[in-house]
T-cell receptor
């Protein structure tokens, strides 16, 4: 079984530029999560989708971050414009369903460096 | 808001030494508890989890963790570590009924020396 796929794995951009990250969850998983992991910290949830619906986006900085999951499968997370403080690893995870009983499976992450 | 504390940020052990990594959480209600591991160059993987029942949980690769409700703790243990256990370990919590939102600790970097 293929795991969660993310691309790109690494991205270096200048501040004020836009950037987008892509995630393909495990087949059949209806719940998708985006986390941000700053250096020396644990992952922090940005947004959670159940199918196409964003059911928890309370931690997403909506002035510059946006996300979509148009067909309830792949998802894209965008930052526009990027700031120096956005340098982090962006992790995508998926689970069969959104209740707490279901294990989250993580992708390898995208390491973003903003210069 | 709930929080998770991992007391040891860096741990260095020799092979065959015993391991205990501390984890405490702040939420007073019903919680589910997890330990995730990230080996060098790999993604986060679930090591073990506690939902209910026996507070002593056994996971993969000889790891176990004990949930002590009165202490809000979920410490990870292994009686004899191996060089291949070198990795970063994260404790995580979600609230029962809280929509599967994981709150992670800051992680513990474990290095096992030969």
């Amino acid at each position: 079984e293929a795991g969660v796929v993310q691309s790109p794995r690494y991205k270096i951009i200048e501040k004020k530029q836009p950037v987008a990250f892509w995630c393909n969850p495990i087949s059949g998983h209806n719940t998708l999560y985006w986390y941000r992991q700053n250096l020396g910290q644990g992952p922090e949830l940005l947004i959670r989708y159940e199918n196409e619906e964003a059911v928890d986006d309370s931690q997403l900085p909506k002035d510059r971050f946006s996300a979509e999951r148009l067909k309830g499968v792949d998802s894209t997370l965008k930052i526009q414009p990027a700031e120096l403080g956005d340098s982090a690893v962006y992790l995508c995870a998926s689970s069969l369903a959104g209740t707490t009983a279901y294990e989250q499976y993580f992708g390898p992450g995208t390491r973003l460096t903003v210069t | 808001a709930q929080s998770v504390s991992q007391h040891n940020h860096h741990v260095i052990l020799s092979e065959a030494a015993s391991l205990e990594l501390g984890c405490n959480y702040s939420y007073g209600g019903t919680v589910n508890l997890f330990w995730y591991v990230q080996y060098p160059g790999q993604h986060l993987q679930l090591l073990l989890k506690y939902f209910s029942g026996d507070p002593l949980v056994k996971g993969i690769k000889g790891f176990e963790a004990e949930f002590i409700k009165s202490k809000f703790s979920f410490n990870l243990r292994k009686p004899s570590v191996q060089w291949s256990d070198t990795a970063e370990y994260f404790c995580a919590v979600n609230r029962a009924g809280g929509g599967n939102k994981l709150t992670f600790g800051t992680g513990t970097q474990l290095k096992v020396e030969l």
